[in-house]
């Protein structure tokens, strides 16, 4: 028998939660075919061996196993793909979302043929954040989905609910507009329907997790905010450069302190002082790009060393195409400030680009 649901699960370190998960699962959904596609990102754990052997029992259970890649709404994309049953659900691997709610989630598609999407919702009738979260956490989650319905116009009450169910059909309306990098694929993906699809929203409670820990953190944080100016502007601008760009602009702030503080340490003439705040800034953009732009690729020991090298060298070539496209508009149309900006803006893509491809470049 075709199954009628496939059931995503994304794992980074949950080899301790996947039998209890599977056995859950059989439990909860009595009655209906399903399936499961776990979508693990390589985890040091073991977690996909523990995935394949779970599935040499048990003819449901599938694997995309992916290497040199991270990221939780990534990987629920190539999951929800990868399903060819007419529903397919997103549930986290730690047993914090209440696999129970499932079945009543299919009633509800099986009882209307325009239902598009089903959200496991914590502000709902029914639903709550439970012993799940600490009181910040619960206030950033308050914080993020105000934002989230004001500046994406979403109306769901829990745009960041990482639990959910939709039909497959309608999953193909938006997939080429979402962002891959981040956490949040329920509210990129309310936000690339526009208000078009007709959603449905169930209560649940969100869990303590007992195996393993949440990978949300600040750079999680600072990937949900890059995604709301992602979606403002269309969708034109990538999560990553939109961080990198952001690391760049706290660059010439550090840049001018530095500076500031060689001239008040009687460092002169002026050019030393001046390359002294723009070798800082460029160390610390380094060091912000690694952990919060390229948080799924952050370079350690040896190759955080290289890195910076590297850094340093694609930075120095920018300056140089700053410098040389900025002669060039001034040569044609004589304002410094015009000029100035367009060179800035020239050197600053050229080191999101090479930097991408070399410092950062994925393995
Ligand atoms: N494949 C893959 N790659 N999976 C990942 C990655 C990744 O880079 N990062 C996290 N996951 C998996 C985890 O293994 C887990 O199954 C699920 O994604 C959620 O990650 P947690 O680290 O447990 O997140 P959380 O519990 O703090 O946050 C949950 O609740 C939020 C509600 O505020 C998630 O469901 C969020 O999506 C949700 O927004
Ligand atoms: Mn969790």
Redesign the pocket.
């Known amino acids: 028998m075709r199954a009628d649901l496939t059931i995503v699960?994304?794992?980074?370190?949950?080899r301790a939660?996947v039998r209890p998960m599977l056995a859950l699962l059989d439990a909860a959904l009595g009655g209906i075919a399903w399936e499961v596609v776990y979508?693990?990102?390589d985890?040091p754990d073991g977690?996909a061996e523990e995935v394949r052997a779970a599935a040499a029992d048990d003819d449901r259970v599938y694997l995309i196993h992916?290497i040199g890649r991270?990221?939780?709404a990534?990987?629920c994309i190539e999951g929800i793909l990868s399903a060819t049953t007419p529903l397919v659900a997103v549930i986290?691997?730690?047993l914090?979302?209440d696999e129970t709610k499932l079945a009543g989630m299919v009633a509800r598609f099986r009882a209307d043929p325009d239902l598009d999407l089903v959200i496991g919702s914590?502000h709902v009738e029914g639903g709550s954040i439970g012993a799940?979260?600490t009181a910040t956490?619960a206030r950033g989650?308050e914080i993020?989905t105000r934002l989230a319905k004001r500046l994406l116009k979403i109306e769901a009450s829990d745009p960041?609910?990482?639990?959910f169910m939709v039909r497959r059909e309608s999953f193909n309306q938006v997939v080429t507009g979402l962002q891959t990098q981040g956490?949040?694929?329920?509210a990129d993906m309310l936000a690339a329907a526009k208000g078009r699809w007709k959603v449905a929203e169930v209560g649940y409670t969100?869990r303590d997790?007992r195996h393993?820990?949440?990978?949300?953190d600040a750079a999680v944080t600072a990937e949900f905010l890059a995604l709301l100016v992602a979606r403002m502007t269309g969708g034109v601008l990538p999560i990553r450069l939109i961080l990198f760009l952001s690391v760049g602009a706290t660059g010439v702030i550090v840049q001018l302190a530095a500076m500031r503080l060689a001239l008040l340490a009687g460092i002169e003439p002026f050019w030393i002082a001046q390359t002294f705040g723009v070798w800082v800034a460029m160390t610390t953009n380094f060091l912000l790009n690694n952990v919060l732009t390229y948080h799924?690729r952050t370079l350690r020991g040896r190759a955080l060393v290289t890195g910076l090298f590297s850094f340093y060298a694609v930075c120095a070539v920018g300056a140089v195409a700053n410098v040389g496209v900025a002669d060039v508009v001034y040569s044609v149309l004589p304002q410094a400030e015009v000029a100035s900006a367009t060179g800035a803006v020239v050197g600053a893509l050229w080191n999101f680009v090479a930097s991408a491809l070399v410092t950062w470049r994925a393995r």
């Open positions: 699960i994304p794992t980074f370190n949950e939660n979508v693990d990102d985890s977690t992916r991270r990221g939780l990534g990987a986290d691997a730690d914090q979302h914590r799940g979260f956490r989650s993020a960041m609910s990482g639990f956490f949040k694929i329920l969100f997790r393993g820990e949440s990978k949300l799924d």
